[in-house]
């Protein structure tokens, strides 16, 4: 019986400690962002979305576009098959945020 107790005790606290710590390793910041940003710059396609100012001043300012760069995988940034991924889901997402600009 006092295994038991042990065991569950021993199984909430650590369902606690997950719990507190899990969302700091979800959560981007914007060193994240911003790491993410300068790979990105060596890519054309990411430079053509910064020449268009309406994109530029998204990516710059808007924290919903920002957390989508911060998102993205560090280690497969660079990858082709990624880079496809990552160009649509942004690209999405600007166009998504412009039009609720102009609405």
């Given at each position: 019986m006092k295994l038991l107790f042990?065991?569950?005790?021993?199984?909430f606290i650590l369902f606690l400690n997950l719990g507190l710590y899990l969302p700091s390793?979800?959560?981007v910041d914007e060193e994240d962002i911003g790491k993410n940003v300068s790979r990105?710059?060596?890519h054309k396609w990411f430079q053509e979305l910064?020449?268009?100012?309406g994109f530029k001043q998204l990516i710059i300012h808007d924290k919903d576009v920002r957390k989508v760069i911060g998102k993205f995988?560090?280690?497969k940034i660079d990858k082709e098959f990624f880079q496809n991924r990552y160009r649509k889901k942004l690209e999405n997402i600007l166009q998504q945020k412009l039009n609720d600009n102009l609405a």
């Amino acid at each position: 019986m006092k295994l038991l107790f042990f065991v569950l005790l021993f199984g909430f606290i650590l369902f606690l400690n997950l719990g507190l710590y899990l969302p700091s390793l979800m959560s981007v910041d914007e060193e994240d962002i911003g790491k993410n940003v300068s790979r990105l710059k060596k890519h054309k396609w990411f430079q053509e979305l910064l020449s268009d100012k309406g994109f530029k001043q998204l990516i710059i300012h808007d924290k919903d576009v920002r957390k989508v760069i911060g998102k993205f995988n560090d280690k497969k940034i660079d990858k082709e098959f990624f880079q496809n991924r990552y160009r649509k889901k942004l690209e999405n997402i600007l166009q998504q945020k412009l039009n609720d600009n102009l609405a």
